[in-house]
């Protein structure tokens, strides 16, 4: 069987150890009938990339993880009918199967889709896992839609889901957009992502209370932990409240009062329960399309060279870093 060069990991060790990522060489996936088989070019780094790591058991198999992608694609399984040999593809990836950061992946074409044809490698390995996760959001869990208005509040503005979440909410619907972020830079991002208003989350009620006397209408919630009764103050009655986290002992009866909506995100359901596959290689192609017209950019900050155990452990470690703004990508 062929092999090929691929990062992995045998125990979740600390991302300065050595050993907690390395190069390593592993056999070529095998495709199942819905399968393309992709030459990697470049994936990028996001957070449940490092609960993943952090979280591994020791073992003699490595784990290889990843799960944003951007290639062509060498080869169809063959019940596939939506690309083609050759195709230049995005994709965040099962969470149930090998991850990205190896020389080939594969990928169900029904979580798959053709990159934006004015997005190099890089800046498309940016935008799938967070982009589906926002979408989710907007358009699914708080059911927005062209006409909707009133206020969004997105915690951690400057985040990956949270850069792509103010730039569809302010190219798809007609909500006031307010972004949290701390730093000067990264409140700079976050007027540059679009956001309409932009506070600090380290004074998050009264700021959001002032920019929103009325309440709070949407709120996408990253960081939860600590933050149930602030919400509970800042979010209107009958609001909405997603989040991507799941702190331990997390209780909401704070929100029980004002009937406030609390909804899960997790982008990787689908593949999970092979549920509704195609909505997110349908989701692909258009956002596609909207990079391609101008309305939507690419949220890449910092992009390292080489898809080796020593780019992915500088990537990890900046992002273990809780400072990043946008995303890390890392070529091969």
């Known amino acids: 069987m062929p092999t090929m060069a691929a990062v992995g990991s045998l125990a979740g060790l600390p991302i300065d150890d050595p050993e907690a990522l ?157 972004g949290t972020a701390s730093r000067p830079d990264s409140r700079d991002w976050v007027k540059t992502m679009g956001a309409d208003v932009v506070i600090d989350h380290h004074h998050l009620r009264d700021e959001a209370l002032a920019t929103a006397p009325d309440g709070i209408d949407y709120l996408f919630s990253p960081h939860s932990a600590g933050n149930v009764d602030t919400y509970a103050e800042i979010v209107r009655p009958f609001g909405h409240i997603t989040a991507i986290d799941e702190p331990d002992g997390l209780d909401l009866v704070a929100l029980k009062s004002k009937s406030i909506a609390w909804h899960w995100e997790l982008m990787f359901t689908r593949s999970l329960f092979g549920y509704d596959m195609s909505y997110q290689h349908d989701l692909l192609t258009r956002t596609a399309a909207l990079v391609d017209d101008g309305v939507l950019r690419s949220t890449v900050t910092r992009t390292y060279d080489g898809l080796t155990a020593a780019s992915l452990r500088a990537a990890h470690r900046d992002i273990e870093s809780g400072r990043t703004i946008g995303k890390i990508v890392v070529t091969r």
Do not use: C
């Not at 050759?86 to 594969?106: C, K, L, Q, S």
């Not at 990928?107 to 190099?120: C, F, G, Q």
């Open 22 to 178: 390395r190069d390593i060489e592993i056999d070529v996936p095998e495709l199942r009938p819905h399968d393309v088989l992709v030459r990697v070019h470049a994936v990028s780094v996001n957070p449940v990339d490092i609960k993943r790591r952090a979280a591994l058991q020791v073992s003699n198999t490595p784990t290889v993880l990843g799960h944003d992608a951007a290639g062509v694609v060498e080869a169809v399984g063959p019940e596939v009918t939506t690309l083609r040999v050759g195709d230049e593809v995005w994709y965040a990836g099962d969470i149930r199967r090998p991850g990205t950061n190896a020389e080939f992946h594969a990928v169900d074409e029904r979580i798959a889709a053709r990159k934006p044809v004015s997005l190099s490698f890089s800046e498309a390995a940016a935008l799938p896992l967070t982009t589906i996760t926002a979408w989710e959001t907007l358009f699914e869990r708080f059911a927005l839609k062209r006409e909707s208005t009133g206020e969004l509040l997105v915690l951690g503005g400057a985040g990956g889901v949270g850069s792509i979440m103010i730039q569809l909410a302010k190219a798809l619907t007609d909500v006031r957009v307010i």
